[in-house]
């Protein structure tokens, strides 16, 4: 079935440095999502991506949707300390379901 | 817009019971949901999917009568963990989806624990 790589698994990083961070698969998906999720929390969509290609902001938040529809990218610019979660992506497919990826751990130093 | 709330947030129950969490989507009509399970440090791990009016499909590996889901309207699903154990204990979490919306939205979670 469809799985999906997250990397790094975690980073640690200064306040004020960019995050980029990303999502891979074998397979193709038609639509990505990008979830922040804080401890004891639900995930939060922070942005979607419909078509390959694509480039869209929320914010200091960035992500595109891979041309060859089997990844997608997101980057946070100079980080801040409530950045601090586990990123998951999600992809997919079929037009009902989505996987998640086992998401991306981000810490920010002071 | 895109609110999902979950109650309890928390639960703590004697082995043996049963437990309902409620999923409610507040502004839109939840013509799916879907029933997370999460281990600390861990990625979602999809239990079922529901339609409202069907019965739910269970993911390979999830017991359809230990994890008991109904989804009766287009705002509400609940999920009953039948004869909990502590082995159940876990991080349960839903989400909500509108017919030809591409985004599912999550609430915000339940914490059981099973004593």
């Known amino acids: 079935g469809q799985q999906l790589n997250q990397s790094p698994q975690s980073m640690f990083i200064q306040e004020g440095e960019d995050v980029s961070m990303n999502c891979t698969s074998s397979?193709?998906?038609?639509?990505w999502l990008w979830y922040k999720q804080d401890p004891g929390e639900g995930p939060v969509l922070l942005i979607a991506?419909?078509?390959?290609?694509e480039l869209t902001s929320n914010g200091r938040l960035t992500a595109q949707f891979g041309i060859t529809r089997k990844d997608s990218f997101l980057n946070i610019s100079a980080s801040i300390p409530s950045d601090v979660g586990i990123y998951f992506c999600?992809?997919?497919?079929?037009?009902?379901?989505?996987?998640f990826g086992p998401g991306t751990r981000l810490s920010v130093l002071p | 817009g895109a609110v999902v709330s979950q109650h309890p947030s928390r639960v703590i129950c004697k082995s043996g019971t049963s437990v309902k969490i409620e999923c409610r989507s507040l502004?839109?009509?939840?013509?799916?949901m879907f029933w997370y399970r999460q281990f600390p440090k861990k990625s979602l791990m999809l239990m079922a999917t529901?339609?409202?009016?069907?019965?739910?499909?269970?993911e390979q590996g999830v017991e359809k009568d230990k994890f008991l889901i109904n989804h009766a309207s287009l705002t509400l699903s609940t999920l009953t963990v039948t004869s909990a154990h502590p082995e159940d204990s876990s991080f349960y979490i839903c989400?909500?989806?509108?017919?030809?919306?591409?985004?599912?939205?999550f609430g915000p979670g339940t914490r059981l624990t099973v004593l």
């Open positions: 529901s339609n409202e009016g069907s019965k739910a499909t269970y």
């Open positions: 502004d839109f009509q939840a013509t799916t």
């Open positions: 397979s193709i998906f038609n639509t």
């Open positions: 991506l419909y078509k390959a290609g």
């Open positions: 999600a992809g997919q497919w079929d037009g009902q379901n989505f996987v």
């Open positions: 989400s909500a989806r509108e017919r030809s919306v591409r985004e599912q939205f």
